[in-house]
């Protein structure tokens, strides 16, 4: 599994932390930014990382800032993209298991490393539940399709 991360200067110091654990569970990834703690802007960190995952480069994202709800919200712009800010093991569990989840948000100012540690481990090894999720999952799916056909017109 090849995982997209990325973080905006708010995120930075645990993206790197993660990177760390990452390497540690021997799991492959890559780094979209930012690479030093300098201001940038999350929106263009999801836009990246996320694009990743909707072209198949990357399975999931882990992705952060200082809340982990301003990229989370960039990161739902995406069409394809259903991301979660999570700060709490049951909500990365159930974000994995009935809302497939293909994104993890944190926050760098509100997450610990080994809560965040916990977090991932959870998002990363829950599969999808499917059977009445699944139809749900595909509303999400037509309410992106719709919004699309809104731009084109």
Do not use: W
């Not at 809302?99 to 481990?121: K, P, Q, S, Y």
């Amino acid at each position: 599994m090849m995982i997209a991360i990325g973080s905006d200067h708010g995120g930075y110091e645990l993206k790197e932390q993660i990177k760390a654990f990452l390497d540690e569970k021997d799991l492959a990834y890559k780094d979209f930014g930012t690479y030093s703690p300098e201001s940038c802007d999350y929106a263009d960190i999801a836009e990246a990382a996320c694009d990743a995952v909707v072209s198949g480069e990357c399975e999931k994202a882990l992705l952060f800032c200082g809340t982990g709800i301003g990229i989370s919200m960039a990161a739902n712009k995406i069409n394809g993209i259903r991301a979660a800010a999570c700060c709490d093991y049951f909500s990365a569990k159930y974000t994995r298991l009935h809302n497939d989840a293909n994104v993890l948000c944190l926050g760098g100012r509100v997450v610990g490393v080994g809560e965040a540690c916990e977090l991932i481990d959870v998002f990363l090894s829950t599969e999808f539940e499917g059977g009445r999720h699944a139809v749900r999952i595909g509303k999400i799916a037509a309410l992106e399709e719709r919004e699309r056909g809104l731009k084109d017109e």
